[in-house]
Structure formats: structure tokens, C-alpha cells
């Protein structure tokens, strides 16, 4: 594994200042300058400057710079010393940060980032509840930590953390999961929702159903946005029937948990519309309140109304309970890391945005008409 790209900064300026081009009392590059010199985050270089600073070598003035200071001693124990210390092999520090994790989606997902950072980084975990101020904190506790870099999946707001809009903006070393920035370019992973929504759609139409409800939450945030636009692209390509009097919107907010005034509402949704033999619940929560409201209306999951969702937990022995769409959340973690590490020790890259494919797992959910 290269060497931290903080540490070349940290060794190139200390090598700088003993060699006597810079002397006691000169002013050094601003954390910018080395930014733009070293081509790294401004996060990185003012790593490196914290750390000679730390050291005594570098005097940090608000206002006006940092200065190489008079007394210029090395301690006996230099920062570079204590990081190599650390890392034993200067593996990078990765932090990631995760709003919740539950049995349908996110466990497998930390587990492969986990796994995947075995013998190549220093992995620090943070969970924010799916709060935004908790997230921020987190992004700035780790970042002043500081790490290498952060893989953060966003919490499910309206309004993406504008903390990572600024750290894509200083083109700081950071992997988004499962969300996108729509205005801005930057490096990302997640599901193929178009694709997983496309599968799912030609399954129920292969089931021969027709009269297709989809539940939906608020779209509060991009992949249910990009869920939602997957149906029109599906219906514009396929000719499948697109009958909007049919969905449900506003089922609560994504991060919320299914209320029983949503499952009454679906309940009162599937008597006003009988015809409805197959819904699609883009999320499993809905699914679950989904086959609770059939139940009370008389009807039976997997007999007389057919049930799709996004993920579904999967039993020990047998089929799962739902057909969904499972997600690949083994690779996707897997990718974040390889992503982040190759922007830690080349930050110079065109970002990426990675998707990938869902696998359509059969349950106990549908019948065929």
C-alpha cells in the first residue's frame, strides 16, 4: 500500500524546512497552495500542516498564514514516527458512517466494507441515526480525526448534508452510497434502480398481472426518485400499462416506520380499487403494511393479491416471505472501499458513479393469474 498522501506533504515540507528552504520566520504554502501543488484535498495538506505544527516546526497564525518557527526542534518522538506506529504499514484510515442498519438493508452492506478493508485500511465506524445533525457530526469528528477518507451512506432527508457538498467541492476523497448530489459529479455506488425496477416489472407482467399498484413513501431523496421515473421509462419502452389512479403516494417518509394510519390507508386504497391483483412497494416496510392491510380487507397475499418489493430478509431455510429485488449489498460495499482507496492514493480521477445490478428473488408473495 502507497504511503498516505498526508505524509508525503508532512515529509516533503519538514525535508523543506531542515534543508533550510524555508527558514525561521517564512511564510509556507497555504493549505490551497499544497492542495493544488500535491493535488490533494485541502483537507489532506492541512493534515500535514497540523502535524509539523504539533511537532513545533510550523507556527499556525489566524489570519495571516503558517510560518516556520524559530525554535525548531524535533521532538523525540516525531508525528510521522507515531503515525507509521499506527499503522504499522501506513494503511489509510477509512471512516465510514451509516444512518441505521436493519434485517432487510444495510448489515451486509458494513459487513463487506468491514471485510474488504481487512489488511488494506483502518476502518472507523460512526452511526447517525438516520439524524443529520448526528451525520454532521461525525463527518467532522472524523475528518478532524482525521481519516483518509469517508464512505457515507446519506440519511434519508429532502436536502442532501451540505458538509458533503463542500467535501466534494474540495474534491476531499469521499464515497457516497446508494444517493447521489444531483448537482454536482461525484463518486458514488449503489443499486441499478432503473434495471431493478425494469425486472421487476416485466416479473408482474410475466405473472400476467395488469392492474399494478405501486406504494410509495415521500420521495424525500434520489433512489426513490430514480425508482419512480425507472415506471415511466418502463411504460414509454414497453407499452406496459401505466394507470397512476392505482399508486399510492406519501406513505410517511423513507426512514420512517410504517404507521397505522398508512396500512389503513392502503387497506381503504385496495377496497376502492378492487381490481388491483399485484401492488409493487418500493420499499419492504410498505410491503409488510401491504400484505397487514389485505389481511384485513379479506384478502390473501400470494392467493388473491401479489406483493413486490425492494429486499425482503432472507429465512435460513426456505423461500422468503416477499419476491423482491434483492440488492447486492456484499458488492456494493466491496466497490466502496475499492473506490475510496483509489481516490486516497490518486485523488486526480474523473468521479465515478458505479450501479449495480439487483437479483430477483421469488417468495411466497404472488400467484399467477
Same mark, same amino acid.
Given at each position: 500500500?502507497?504511503?498516505?498522501?498526508?505524509?508525503?506533504?508532512? !515529509? &516533503?515540507?519538514?525535508?523543506?524546512?531542515?534543508?533550510?528552504?524555508?527558514?525561521?520566520?517564512?511564510?509556507?504554502?497555504?493549505?490551497?497552495?499544497?492542495?493544488?501543488?500535491?493535488?490533494?484535498?485541502?483537507?489532506? &495538506?492541512?493534515?500535514?500542516? #497540523?502535524?509539523?505544527?504539533?511537532?513545533?516546526?510550523?507556527?499556525?497564525?489566524?489570519?495571516?498564514?503558517?510560518?516556520?518557527? $524559530?525554535?525548531?526542534?524535533?521532538?523525540?518522538?516525531?508525528?510521522?514516527?507515531?503515525? &507509521?506506529?499506527?499503522?504499522? *504499514?501506513?494503511?489509510?484510515?477509512?471512516?465510514?458512517?451509516?444512518?441505521?442498519?436493519?434485517? $432487510?438493508?444495510?448489515?451486509?452492506?458494513?459487513?463487506?466494507?468491514?471485510? +474488504? =478493508?481487512?489488511?488494506?485500511?483502518?476502518?472507523?465506524?460512526?452511526?447517525?441515526?438516520? *439524524?443529520?445533525?448526528?451525520?454532521?457530526?461525525?463527518?467532522?469528528?472524523?475528518?478532524?480525526?482525521?481519516?483518509?477518507?469517508?464512505?457515507?451512506?446519506?440519511?434519508?432527508?429532502?436536502?442532501? #448534508?451540505?458538509?458533503?457538498?463542500?467535501?466534494?467541492?474540495?474534491?476531499?476523497?469521499?464515497?457516497?452510497?446508494?444517493?447521489?448530489?444531483?448537482?454536482?459529479?461525484?463518486?458514488?455506488?449503489?443499486?441499478?434502480?432503473?434495471?431493478?425496477?425494469?425486472?421487476?416489472?416485466?416479473?408482474?407482467?410475466? !405473472?400476467?398481472?395488469? #392492474?399494478?399498484?405501486?406504494?410509495?413513501?415521500?420521495?424525500?431523496?434520489?433512489?426513490?426518485?430514480?425508482? =419512480?421515473? +425507472?415506471?415511466?421509462?418502463?411504460?414509454?419502452?414497453?407499452?406496459?400499462?401505466?394507470?397512476?389512479?392505482?399508486?399510492?403516494?406519501?406513505?410517511?417518509?423513507?426512514?420512517?416506520?410504517?404507521?397505522?394510519?398508512?396500512?389503513?390507508?392502503?387497506?381503504?386504497?385496495?377496497? %376502492?380499487?378492487?381490481?388491483?391483483?399485484?401492488?409493487?412497494?418500493?420499499?419492504?416496510?410498505?410491503?409488510?403494511?401491504?400484505?397487514?392491510? +389485505?389481511?384485513?380487507?379479506?384478502?390473501?397475499?400470494?392467493?388473491?393479491?401479489?406483493?413486490? =418489493?425492494?429486499?425482503?430478509?432472507?429465512?435460513?431455510?426456505?423461500?422468503?416471505?416477499?419476491?423482491?429485488?434483492?440488492?447486492?449489498?456484499?458488492?456494493?460495499?466491496?466497490?466502496?472501499? %475499492?473506490?475510496?482507496?483509489?481516490?486516497?492514493?490518486?485523488?486526480?480521477?474523473?468521479?465515478?458513479?458505479?450501479?449495480?445490478?439487483?437479483?430477483?428473488?421469488?417468495?411466497?408473495?404472488?400467484?399467477?393469474?
Amino acid at each position: 500500500m502507497d504511503e498516505p498522501l498526508y505524509l508525503k506533504i508532512y !515529509q &516533503s515540507l519538514k525535508q523543506d524546512i531542515e534543508n533550510g528552504v524555508y527558514k525561521p520566520g517564512d511564510q509556507v504554502p497555504t493549505e490551497g497552495g499544497l492542495a493544488d501543488l500535491f493535488h490533494v484535498s485541502k483537507i489532506t &495538506s492541512k493534515r500535514a500542516l #497540523n502535524m509539523l505544527a504539533e511537532e513545533g516546526l510550523l507556527s499556525r497564525q489566524k489570519g495571516r498564514g503558517t510560518f516556520v518557527s $524559530h525554535k525548531t526542534s524535533t521532538p523525540a518522538v516525531s508525528n510521522f514516527a507515531k503515525a &507509521s506506529s499506527f499503522s504499522g *504499514d501506513f494503511l489509510p484510515r477509512i471512516g465510514l458512517i451509516y444512518p441505521e442498519m436493519n434485517g $432487510h438493508f444495510g448489515l451486509e452492506t458494513v459487513t463487506a466494507i468491514a471485510d +474488504a =478493508c481487512h489488511g488494506k485500511a483502518h476502518l472507523f465506524f460512526a452511526l447517525s441515526h438516520d *439524524d443529520q445533525k448526528r451525520e454532521e457530526e461525525a463527518i467532522l469528528s472524523m475528518s478532524s480525526a482525521p481519516v483518509d477518507g469517508l464512505i457515507v451512506f446519506p440519511g434519508t432527508s429532502q436536502f442532501l #448534508n451540505p458538509r458533503l457538498l463542500q467535501m466534494v467541492i474540495d474534491k476531499y476523497p469521499l464515497v457516497l452510497i446508494d444517493q447521489n448530489i444531483q448537482i454536482i459529479q461525484q463518486t458514488s455506488v449503489g443499486t441499478d434502480n432503473a434495471l431493478a425496477v425494469s425486472q421487476g416489472l416485466s416479473y408482474i407482467s410475466s !405473472q400476467g398481472h395488469k #392492474n399494478v399498484g405501486i406504494l410509495l413513501p415521500t420521495i424525500d431523496n434520489s433512489v426513490l426518485q430514480e425508482r =419512480c421515473d +425507472a415506471v415511466f421509462q418502463y411504460s414509454a419502452i414497453t407499452g406496459f400499462p401505466l394507470k397512476q389512479e392505482l399508486w399510492l403516494k406519501d406513505l410517511g417518509h423513507s426512514s420512517e416506520i410504517v404507521s397505522e394510519e398508512s396500512i389503513d390507508r392502503i387497506a381503504l386504497h385496495l377496497t %376502492e380499487h378492487p381490481e388491483i391483483t399485484a401492488l409493487f412497494a418500493f420499499q419492504y416496510p410498505l410491503a409488510v403494511a401491504a400484505d397487514q392491510a +389485505a389481511r384485513r380487507i379479506g384478502r390473501t397475499t400470494g392467493k388473491d393479491l401479489s406483493i413486490l =418489493c425492494f429486499d425482503s430478509p432472507l429465512p435460513l431455510f426456505g423461500r422468503p416471505q416477499f419476491t423482491h429485488l434483492h440488492q447486492d449489498e456484499a458488492a456494493i460495499g466491496e466497490k466502496a472501499v %475499492e473506490l475510496l482507496l483509489e481516490l486516497i492514493s490518486h485523488p486526480v480521477q474523473a468521479p465515478q458513479n458505479v450501479k449495480i445490478p439487483a437479483k430477483l428473488v421469488e417468495g411466497e408473495s404472488f400467484f399467477t393469474l
